[in-house]
């Protein structure tokens, strides 16, 4: 080709219009895939942003600890729930102000077969006769929900604590303690369970609480606590029928939990207390043995669910008394105490 004729032959035009047929219509120049590839970035980009913002609004898998406030619903991603309310002594023995703890799990894809496996091995060692070391508690960092404050892993170990050795007026020591710092729990013949813990001996006292009835059986007493522990259960067989509950695949169990630094006449205090609250409309019973110690130690998720006593509920049955509980646990001004870490 002369200089001439390519001079003459003008260049072919490209246009960065892109075609009819979009993306999909083959033939496009390398300049109009360069023109469309920022819009198909873009809408990438924001495909991502929003799987990162439905994982930041799920719960992390664990425990979460909060200072729940009065009214507070339960979530709506809980797969369990304990809750202490405990009403401790001061050493003049005057009441100090009540403190509540709420743990809430959040279930993740394994943690149903991690609960099977930790139950399975406890069983195996309570057959065997060997006692397991207390578990860790996997405590993540708190959702935040509306109505309950986030607590931090120092509060929450206090609290379950002082949980542990409730009814024990501080001040009060033994002289003579066998293993010091190492609480050990005893049920006895009767309705009295005796702790021995690093402060001294204290003795206890369950009465479970169930159905409806006045606020204020529920207070728990000077030294005492309310105990709730409730979980999702799914039951491999369910009745159908007109006249049956939609949901009852929530387990609870609630109980009162009397305290002193002696078992003189506990038991009599029990029974009294649970006549009581059959009066103000509720089901009470004064537990014994192994069932009584399973809920008292029922706020603490180290420890297995108090299966032994627990009753078949909705989730609103549940929501319910947990609502009750809180509200009968309030002072006068209906507000609990604020957190602390």
Do not use: N
């Amino acid at each position: 080709m002369t200089p001439a004729d390519a001079a003459a032959s003008p260049l072919p035009e490209r246009s960065h219009a892109l075609p009819p047929g979009g993306l999909s219509r083959l033939g496009l120049t390398i300049a109009q895939r360069l023109i469309a590839r920022p819009r198909a970035v873009e809408g990438q980009a924001r495909a991502e942003g929003q799987v990162r913002a439905q994982a930041r609004a799920r719960p992390r898998s664990g425990w979460h600890a909060y200072r729940p406030a009065v009214g507070a619903l339960m979530p709506s991603w809980a797969a369990e729930f304990a809750l202490t309310i405990e009403r401790p002594l001061m050493s003049s023995g005057v009441p100090s102000a009540t403190l509540a703890l709420l743990l809430v799990r959040a279930a993740g894809p394994w943690q149903a077969m991690a609960c099977a496996l930790g139950g399975a091995m406890r069983e195996v060692e309570a057959i065997a006769g060997v006692g397991p070391p207390l578990p860790r508690l996997a405590l993540v960092q708190s959702h935040s929900e509306p109505g309950f404050d986030a607590m931090g892993r120092r509060a929450v170990q206090t609290h379950l604590r002082a949980a542990s050795q409730r009814g024990q007026a501080v001040g009060y020591r033994r002289t003579h303690s066998r293993q010091p710092g190492v609480v050990a729990w005893q049920p006895g013949a009767g309705v009295v369970l005796t702790c021995t813990g690093p402060v001294g001996v204290s003795a206890q006292a369950v009465v479970a609480i169930a159905g409806h009835g006045a606020l204020p059986r529920l207070q728990p007493p000077p030294g005492g606590a309310t105990v709730v522990r409730a979980w999702r259960c799914h039951r491999s067989w369910k009745p159908r029928g007109r006249f049956t509950e939609p949901d009852t695949e929530w387990a609870f169990t609630a109980g009162v939990v009397l305290a002193s630094p002696s078992g003189s006449g506990l038991g009599r205090v029990a029974r009294r207390y649970a006549v009581l609250a059959r009066d103000a409309g509720w089901t009470a019973t004064v537990l014994t043995g192994g069932a009584a110690l399973q809920l008292a130690r029922g706020g603490d998720p180290r420890y297995p669910a108090p299966s032994a006593t627990a009753r078949h509920a909705s989730r609103e049955s549940v929501t319910e008394l947990l609502i009750c509980c809180l509200t009968a646990a309030a002072d006068q001004t209906g507000h609990l105490a604020p957190p602390s870490s």
